[in-house]
């Protein structure tokens, strides 16, 4: 099912989104499956986080080079110093692009969908989308990074 995205201001992206306790429900397995439907449907957006269709759960997904990586409960284990600007979209703010320090490199904790623990190290894109998305799980959004 395609899901209507929430667009700022709405005040659901700027909750801190609730941990999931029940990786494997039947709710979060369709929520997971309407989130990848509703990305595909959106084009080229390469993350969307739970709270943006109306969720406040501690889920995102991301879509990069042909892999979909799904984070349940996402936290970020270590950063790098160094930091880089990249222009950033949105899909709760259509058309605005705007540059955004990140830091280079990220090490993520996460449940995958079947609830096991993962660990991703990224850099570049993938590094930079799970920065924004995870902001988005604690009711942070890029035009604060400005
Ligand atoms: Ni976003």
């Known amino acids: 099912m395609i899901l209507p995205i929430i667009t700022y201001p709405n005040e659901i992206l700027r909750q801190k989104a609730k941990k999931i306790k029940e990786p494997?429900?039947?709710?979060?397995?369709?929520?997971?499956?309407?989130?990848?439907?509703?990305?595909?449907?959106?084009?080229?957006?390469?993350?969307?986080?739970a709270p943006q269709v109306g969720q406040s759960v501690q889920l995102c997904i991301i879509?990069?080079?042909?892999?979909?990586?799904?984070l349940i409960n996402p936290k970020i284990a270590r950063k790098s110093w160094g930091k880089e600007i990249c222009?950033?979209?949105?899909?709760?703010f259509p058309g605005k692009f705007i540059p955004v320090k990140r830091h280079k490199k990220v090490t993520v904790k996460a449940?995958?969908?079947?609830?096991?623990?993962?660990?991703?190290?990224?850099?570049?894109?993938?590094?930079r989308a799970l920065q924004h998305e995870i902001d988005h799980l604690n009711g942070?959004?890029?035009i604060d990074k400005k």
Do not use: Y
């Not at 039947?26 to 390469?46: F, P, Q, V």
């Not at 879509?63 to 799904?70: A, E, M, Q, R, V």
């Open 24 to 49: 494997k429900s039947r709710e979060i397995k369709d929520l997971i499956l309407d989130m990848i439907a509703t990305m595909e449907e959106s084009g080229n957006a390469l993350g969307l986080a």
């Open 63 to 70: 879509k990069l080079d042909g892999k979909t990586h799904i």
């Open 87 to 92: 222009e950033e979209g949105c899909l709760s």
């Open 111 to 127: 449940l995958d969908k079947k609830g096991e623990k993962i660990e991703i190290k990224a850099e570049g894109l993938l590094s």
């Open 140 to 142: 942070m959004l890029f």
